[in-house]
């Protein structure tokens, strides 16, 4: 509501304004996080999955593990 009194109120520079504002919310919205990321447990060759997730169950990644394999684990858990 304010952005269209923005807009209203000063005309092409409102929108000007507006457009900007947007832009910048937009790219730091778009704008990636790092990810820390750690050794898949059980799998050996170096396979990488994001510490978070795991963290979050890694009772799930040992299931899958024991189920699907280790590639399965790993792309379930990756960034």
Same mark, same amino acid.
């Given at each position: @509501?304010? %952005?269209?009194?923005?807009?209203? %109120? %000063? $005309? #092409?520079?409102?929108? #000007?304004?507006? $457009?900007? /504002? /947007? =832009? ?6 778009? &704008?990636? &996080?790092?990810?820390? @990321? @750690?050794? =898949? *447990?059980?799998?050996?060759?170096? %396979? ?9 169950? *890694? ?6 593990l ?14």
């Amino acid at each position: @509501m304010v %952005l269209f009194a923005v807009v209203l %109120l %000063l $005309g #092409d520079a409102g929108v #000007d304004v507006v $457009g900007a /504002c /947007c =832009a910048n919310f937009l790219w730091r919205a778009a &704008t990636p &996080t790092p990810v820390a @990321m @750690m050794k =898949a *447990p059980g799998a050996a060759g170096g %396979l990488h999955i994001s510490r978070e997730a795991f963290e979050a169950n *890694p009772k799930l990644y040992f299931k899958l593990l024991r189920r699907a394999g280790v590639k399965a684990a790993a792309a379930a858990f990756a960034a």
